[in-house]
Each structure stands twice: as C-alpha cells, then as structure tokens.
C-alpha cells in the first residue's frame, strides 16, 4: 500500500467526520479553510472524491454495513468502513483497499484497537461486492429537504431528482466566442444551450484552450441566466453578487459595460483572477448589494440561496445543513430584489436567479415582488433563447430547471431564472 492511498484516504474520512460531526461544515468551506493544502495536487484531488463518493452513496453504504454491525462504532471508524465500502463496490481491489483501511486504522492514536473490526466488516462487504450495491435504491435525500421538494415537484419527480444527485455531475464549460470550436477542442458535445459538456474530464488547468482562456467552468443551468439576460455592447450593466465570475465573463464577452459586485474580498479577488484568464474586463466592487448606488441599463441577481440545485455535485449539502439558516436567506432576497430594482433605469430588465430548487427562492420570490413593485413586470419573451423547452416555463413567466431534465445527456443544476422589466416613463 503506497503512502499516497493512505493519506488521501485519511483526509477523505477526515472530511468526512467533519461535514458528518456534532458541527457540520460544508467541504467548500473546509477546502477553503486550507485542510488539504499539504496534500499533493493529485492526494487532494483524490480525497475530495473519495469523501463526495460516500457521500453521494451514503445511504446504501449504511445499508450494507448495518448488517455487520451489532451497533454502529464511533464516527471516525464508521466513516472509514463507508470509504472503503464505497471504494469495493465501485469496483475497487479488496486486498488493496482493506489493507489501506486497516493500516490507517492501525497508525490512529485511539482506535488502533478497532483494526480487526475493520478488516473483519469490509472482507465480508468485499464477499458481497458490488451486485449488492447496485441492488439497492438511489439514495434519498434527507427528510428536511425531501418532504419540502416533495411537496413541490411531486413524489415522481423527487425520485428522479434524487437519482440525478446520485448519478453526479459532468463538466461543462461556456465558450468565450465559438462554443462549436472549443467542443472540437475539447472532444466535449455541444448541448442545445450552447454550453459543451464533457463526460470524462481530466485535470481542467490542462485542457485545450485553458491556458489560452478560450472557455471556463460552468453548469449549463448556470450558463442560462445570461442567455436570458442578452447583454448588448455598449449597455451598462450591474452583476450583483458575482463571485467567483461565471457570469460577469459571459456578460463582458457580449462587449457590454459590466459593474461587479460582490461582498467577500477573496471571491471577488476571484473574479479579477478569471477575468484575466479569460482576457475580458469588468469593474470590480467589493461591496454588500444594498450599498450599490448607480443607475443601469440592465441588472443580473444572482442572489445567495440554499444552493439546493447544486447537490449532484455538492453531495455535501444536504447533510452539512438542515434548512434552518433558509429563512434569512429567503428575506435577504426579498431586499436585494428590492434594492436592486431602485438602481434599474425605466424600460431596463432585471435577471433574477438562484441555484435553488425551493419555490421559496424562486417562484413564491417573484410573486411577493410583483405584489410590492407597481412598476415590475415579468418579460416572457426573454425566455426565448435556443434550448428551453416550453415546459420548463412557469405560471408566472419564470423558468424552472432541475437536475432531472436533460437525465439523458446527464442533467443540469436546478435553477430558478426570471426577467423582470422595468415600466418606461409615461
Ligand atoms: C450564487 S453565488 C454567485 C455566483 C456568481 N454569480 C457566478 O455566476 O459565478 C452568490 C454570491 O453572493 C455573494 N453575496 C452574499 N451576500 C452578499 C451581499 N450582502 N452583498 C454582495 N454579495 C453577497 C456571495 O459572496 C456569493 O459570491
């Protein structure tokens, strides 16, 4: 067993233990906090899989254990049958992995002593293999979260939903000029939105056209809100809550006159990294939304939100959170709606969106704004960009995207896109 296995898979069960503790925190922010930053480029990489696979299989691997076990041992122990449970019923060699198991097991201060439990439990997981595995259901999402979208989108449609979070997600890139050359490039495909998806990606800083700033990382979902938006050079635009930038370059790429704003100072240091990437140009500000001043032509709101859309690639989420923090969020929204809206000139549109998938930020958000706003109304002919399919449109005008649309060229984010126009003076 290399040094290299083991310590990459300490850190995933690591991780683990932290977004599955007394304190849950969410891998964004233990990856931010610098955890993994003495691990090797490659160590790194493995670790965040390892620790997003179990998460993303979870359920089954409890499923699978709890027959081996009398009653479940501490986290740590529990969290290192998981990985390796995960690691043997994707396919991987028994003698390998429940050596590196065992041998992590044995070098821990206070749970040597758990080393033949360990080696004992994953030989007979090793036995079943993966048919057991593939016998059992997708894993469902945890009742916080599945009774509110099931209340939303019906049981059918949760179940599908909970198996595109299972399935993970491919890597999409949006093209800075020529989408149908960077799929060439890339070998990706061309999707019906215009964003190219690559199913098996290898490291992204050393694909064609990365280096040379030709596209960046985006969900396709994510891409849409732009689309929508039809930046035109020349016009002033406002990007609120932009970091880490995946729109601002798609807006400074139609050639218009694109303001930044975000309030942390690290993703916006973000923003201005990608800007250069790519070679495009906004103004950036440091700033909370609701201190914006300024008028403009346009305005895109890309508002913080649950992320509930995000899961298939943020296994993570729904155990690091349990929807209390939702409801400031819902009325932070509601403000920036409102003081956005105060900064758009007569006639302008504003982009609504969150990677939501709760009609609280979305739908029910709009609605309560068109209550509050005499001027506001919503543009459903901005929905007409290449791609969109009718029933994704909602009651009110807005656009519904979830990750179980598109399953047979492999999902989308959820999202939740609107434009809101502006009434012209009389
Ligand atoms: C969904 S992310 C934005 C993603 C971005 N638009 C993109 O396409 O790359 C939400 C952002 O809102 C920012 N944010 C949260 N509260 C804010 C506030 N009070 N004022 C400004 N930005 C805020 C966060 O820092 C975060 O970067």
Known sequence: MSN?????????????????????????????????????????????RLATETLRGLERADRLLQKHLKKPPVLTIQNVLRVGTVELCQG?????????MVNLVGQHNKLSHLKGLTNAVLRKIAAEGPAAWDALRAPRLPKWLRGPLAEAWGTDAMAAMEIAHFAGAPLDLTAKTDPAAVAEATGGTLLPTGSIRITNPGQVSTMAGFASGDWWVQDAAAAIPVQILKPQAGETILDLCAAPGGKTMQIAASGADVTAVDDSSPRMQRVSENLARVGLKAKTLTKDVRAVKGTFDAILLDAPCSATGTIRRHADLPYAKDGSEFGDLIELQSA??????????????????TCSLLPDEGEVQVDEALERHDDMSVDRDALMVAGIQPEWITTEGGLRLRPDYWSELGGMDGFYVVCLRKAALA
């Open 4 to 48: 290299t296995g083991v310590q990459a898979r300490r850190s995933a069960v690591y991780l683990l233990d932290q977004i599955l503790g007394e304190d849950p925190r969410l891998m964004s922010e233990l990856l931010a906090s610098g955890v993994l930053d003495k691990l090797s480029p490659d160590d790194r990489a493995r670790a965040q």
């Open 92 to 100: 991987g060699a028994a003698h390998g992995v429940v050596n590196a």
């Open 336 to 353: 920036f709606i409102d003081h956005a809206w105060s900064l758009l000139k007569p006639g302008g549109r504003m982009v609504f969106c």
